[in-house]
């Protein structure tokens, strides 16, 4: 795939699923880091690791194959990360998850990338995704920086009681054009202007006036 393709941007749910991180230097500690706190059952497979990678290996975090990569690390994976520090190492992993059918992402190298691991702002159930498709990292990390201003911390507790309220009107509002209506209102320009101010008591009884409003 050329990284001049069109990418298809998607979360997944990597939650108890096997995935192999080849490599064990900075790089490979920065891919599993952001593994483990998507939930993955990590393999990390390399002669040697890091201080970090032999910790979280010490304490059951991840499994770690002190050795070299072998095809057959492969089986019963869903994901694959090349971070060896060997170019031709990652050539050969990136080959061997084609041929399997693995999705791949090797550092360094975003021609070889079935997927790119963007720069993540994550409050609470708000994740926002800042990519370059591989081209440049670095800049991808300063625009997530630039939005973190955008939305502070107070979004994860206002997500959290929308989602509340967004279960509450999908069972209590019979009616499919007024629950469709009311969802829409729970995102209105209204509430976004009070939103965008940070006001975030305020936006909450805003969409609890439109819930009682509605008679649910």
């Known amino acids: 795939m050329s990284w001049l393709d069109e990418y298809y ?17 900075k790089v490979a500690e920065r891919k599993v880091a952001g593994l483990l706190e998507a939930g993955a059952s990590v393999v990390v497979v390399s002669p040697a690791v890091t201080p970090g990678l ?11 194959a002190g050795r ?16 060896a520090g060997d170019p031709a190492v ?8 084609r041929s399997a059918g693995k999705l791949v992402n090797v550092a ?3 021609a070889l990338c079935d997927f790119f691991v963007p720069a993540a702002l994550r409050r609470g159930r708000l994740t926002i995704a800042v990519s370059t498709g591989g081209t440049s990292p670095a800049l991808a990390a300063r625009i997530r920086d630039r939005l973190a201003g955008m939305f502070p911390a107070g979004w994860g507790p206002y997500l959290d009681f929308l ?3 967004r279960e509450r009107v999908r069972h209590g509002v019979r009616d499919r ?3 469709r209506d009311m969802l829409e209102q729970l995102a209105g320009e209204e509430i976004w202007k009070l939103l965008e101010k940070g006001d975030f008591a305020a ?4 969409v609890d006036l439109v819930y009682r409003r509605s008679g649910g």
């Not at 979360?11 to 490599?23: F, I, M, N």
């Not at 032999?54 to 770690?64: F, P």
């Not at 070299?68 to 971070?83: C, E, F, I, K, S």
């Open 54 to 64: 032999a910790s979280l290996a010490g304490t059951g975090a991840l499994r770690w």
């Open 90 to 97: 990652n050539r050969q992993v990136a080959w061997d998850s």
């Open 68 to 83: 070299a990569y072998q095809p057959g690390d492969l089986v019963g994976t869903v994901l694959v990360v090349a971070a």
């Open 177 to 179: 054009q007024k629950r």
């Open 9 to 25: 941007p998607v979360l997944l749910d990597l939650a108890g699923r096997a995935c192999l991180v080849v490599g064990g230097g």
């Open 108 to 110: 360094d190298e975003p």
């Open 203 to 206: 936006a909450k009884e805003r």
């Open 163 to 165: 989602g509340e309220m």
